[in-house]
């Protein structure tokens, strides 16, 4: 997991900047990929009444990148992580089960979210990192006119190339942090990175 930091702000561990996650990924050489995911209240639509859903949002490399399979179908691709190309969608094993019967004829059905129709293309497998009432999924689609960098709004996780270590990868990755203050230095005052192995997060660094 990639926190940033601002320890004059007493931050030791924060979400992240969806503006300095861009940042990161052509600048760092330390990740096989990286991958972000976050979350937006969207009106549905098209049922017996309109409900309101926490949908998840994600980069186009999240699934992959924490391990994640799909159970059916696909997941998205980098064109459908682009506004205009983003009216595609994944849903949980257990929406697909509950709303479509668990039917393969779901994939290709639309869900219609804030008025926009969006195609199902593929069914997520049960993981713990989704919340058991978040059962939609979007490509994340930055719009970067509505973004600034004081936006820490989204969690960043990142798999390690192959003989990388943690502590390389945490140097680069603070030496970016380093790079980004000086070209932007009012709104990145006192931010930095911190890393800490997935395994870690989800159980304390006390349990193995």
């Keep these: 997991v990639i926190y940033e930091t601002n320890l004059e702000r007493n931050q030791p561990r924060f979400s992240v900047s969806i503006v300095n996650y861009l940042d990161w990924k052509p600048r760092s050489t330390s990740w096989e990929s990286l991958g972000a995911i976050g979350q937006r209240a969207m009106n549905i639509t098209g049922g017996p009444e309109p ?4 949908v998840i949002t994600v980069t186009s490399d999240f699934l992959p990148t924490v391990g994640i399979p799909l159970a059916h179908g696909r997941g998205f691709t980098a064109e459908e ?4 190309h983003n009216q595609v969608a994944l849903i949980t094993s257990s929406y697909w089960r509950q709303r479509y019967g668990g039917k393969a004829d779901a994939l ?3 869900i219609t979210l804030d008025g926009t129709a969006h195609t199902i293309v593929g069914v997520i497998a049960p993981s ?3 919340r058991s009432w978040n059962h939609i999924v979007i490509p994340m689609a930055v719009d970067l006119t509505e973004e600034t ?8 996780y990142g798999r390690l190339k192959r003989g990388v270590t943690l502590e390389q990868a945490d140097a680069e990755m603070k030496t970016i942090a380093s790079q980004i203050l000086a070209e932007h230095p009012e709104a990145e005052r006192g931010w930095s990175t911190q890393l800490v192995p997935l395994d870690e997060e989800m159980v304390g660094p006390d349990v193995r």
């Design 149 to 156: 960098r004081s936006n820490h709004e989204v969690q960043a």
């Design 108 to 110: 290709g059905k639309t």
């Design 81 to 84: 992580d682009q506004l205009g």
């Design 128 to 130: 713990p990192l989704f």
């Design 51 to 54: 409900e309101l859903e926490q």
